[in-house]
């Protein structure tokens, strides 16, 4: 009864963290394409094909459920994969359904129209290839009307945090939130649209002020994820094990991780 977790790189640590403290009886197996990441800069075909081949991965072993946990992916991919790539007895999931169900105060599974939502003005802060899709107003309209949604590409901030230079990080959100706000001065909202951006989360908070909320999606990605299972219990899949599995070096991913989750993470060869 394992449950997949895939993401570019280590962002997707962040939905594992919640995820596995929030079913703490559930092996997750966490499948991070550290040596193709970051994908953001990636064109929709490229971030199709590495996505496909890391999901199928998690197939193998023994995941039925796979949680996209890159926005990248779920915003490029995760339509297409669906459409026609999924083998029925699969599932794979993308965040940004919890996320903007959250936002508009829908329960799971609330298809009614599109209605009038508190929040008029919301900021997205996201990689580059997740704003050009624009996968995030396209989910928003089928449930809201009358949000004005204002994005920022923050380019660079993704590096920066698989570098482990969080310095910089700091100093480039600073700058796409100081960006965001030459074009939507009072935002309602802010909503961190990337995987990785948890990490920072704290320098975003501080950069927007007190009187911006700010979604984030680990926490309300567990949640989904948590109701999901208990609909669908025959999504555990059949793989035992959890375990830890990169396209890029063991070793300094271990490190890295282990240095994120304060606990000693070892990564395989995927
Ligand atoms: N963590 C991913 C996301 O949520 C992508 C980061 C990247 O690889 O650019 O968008």
């Not at 193709?36 to 199709?48: N, Q, S």
């Not at 919301?122 to 624009?134: G, I, K, M």
């Not at 996968?135 to 380019?155: H, K, N, S, Y």
């Not at 909202?189 to 990337?194: D, K, Q, S």
């Amino acid at each position: 009864m394992a449950v997949g977790i895939f993401d570019s790189g280590l962002g997707g640590l962040t939905v594992y963290r919640a995820a596995s403290e929030r079913l703490p009886d559930v092996p997750f197996v966490y499948f991070g394409d550290n040596a193709h990441t970051p994908y953001g800069v990636r064109d929709a075909d490229d971030i199709y094909e590495l996505t496909k081949a890391g999901v199928s991965r998690l197939f193998e072993a023994g995941c039925d459920l796979v949680i996209l946990a890159c926005n990248t992916a779920s915003a490029a991919a995760l339509r297409r994969m669906q459409e026609g790539w999924v083998p029925s007895d699969k599932r794979v999931l993308g965040v940004f359904v919890p996320l903007i169900e959250a936002l508009t105060e829908r329960q799971w599974g609330d298809n009614s129209p599109p209605r009038e939502v508190a929040v008029k003005h919301v900021a997205l802060f996201a990689t580059p290839a997740t704003v050009r899709s624009r996968a995030f107003q396209r989910e928003l309209a089928f449930r809201a009307i009358g949000v004005d949604v204002e994005t920022q590409a923050c380019a660079g901030v993704v590096d920066a945090i698989e570098e482990g230079d969080l310095i910089l990080a700091e100093a480039l959100v600073r700058s796409h939130v100081d960006a965001l706000k030459r074009k939507m001065p009072n935002p309602d909202a802010a909503v961190l649209g990337c995987t990785h951006y948890p990490i920072v989360e704290d320098d975003f908070k501080a950069a927007l002020g007190p009187d911006v909320p700010v979604f984030s999606q680990p926490a309300l990605v567990a949640a989904s994820l948590a109701d999901y299972l208990e609909r669908r219990p025959e999504m555990r899949g059949s793989g035992e094990v959890g375990m830890f599995l990169t396209t890029g070096d063991p070793q300094r991913v271990s490190d890295q991780a282990t240095r994120f989750l304060r606990r000693r993470t070892e990564f395989h060869a995927a």
